[in-house]
Nanobody
Framework: QVQLVESGGGLVQAGGSLRLSCAAS????????MGWFRQAPGKEREFVAG????????YYTGSVKGRFTISRDNVKTTVYLQMNSLKPADTAVYYC?????????????????WGQGTQVTVSS
């Protein structure tokens, strides 16, 4: 059974940083794509960043390019999202997701496993 457990969310002032972690277990993820999504109140879940686990190829949505960095640790089977220069518009619940097959999709329905989410709140 696949488990994705996020951690690292919290309250931070605008301009601050947070690092989210997603500990993955339950299958071999070396051929997977991993994604970070976020959902703000009243809005649809949106793609933030993704990584092809085996190649390390990364993808970002435009609003976070240059501020967020996705990475993975093969030994710990953990995916990270380093978030710098945070803005109030980044406030949302952040979810980690996995899909078998290495293609990173920006649409949530293509992911087969999800974490429980972690709240990120950025105050102005």
């Amino acid at each position: 059974q696949v488990q994705l457990v996020e951690s690292g969310g919290g309250l931070v002032q605008a301009g601050g940083s947070l690092r989210l972690s997603c500990a993955a277990s339950g299958r071999t993820f070396s051929n997977d794509a991993m994604g970070w999504f976020r959902q703000a109140p009243g809005k649809e879940r949106e793609f933030v960043a993704g990584i092809n686990w085996s190649l390390g190829t990364v993808y970002y949505t435009g609003s976070v390019k240059g501020r967020f960095t996705i990475s993975r640790d093969n030994v710990k089977t953990t995916v990270y999202l380093q978030m710098n220069s945070l803005k109030p518009a980044d406030t949302a619940v952040y979810y980690c997701a996995a899909r078998a097959g290495g293609t990173v999709f920006r649409i949530p329905k293509f992911y087969d496993s999800w974490g429980q989410g972690t709240q990120v709140t950025v105050s102005s």
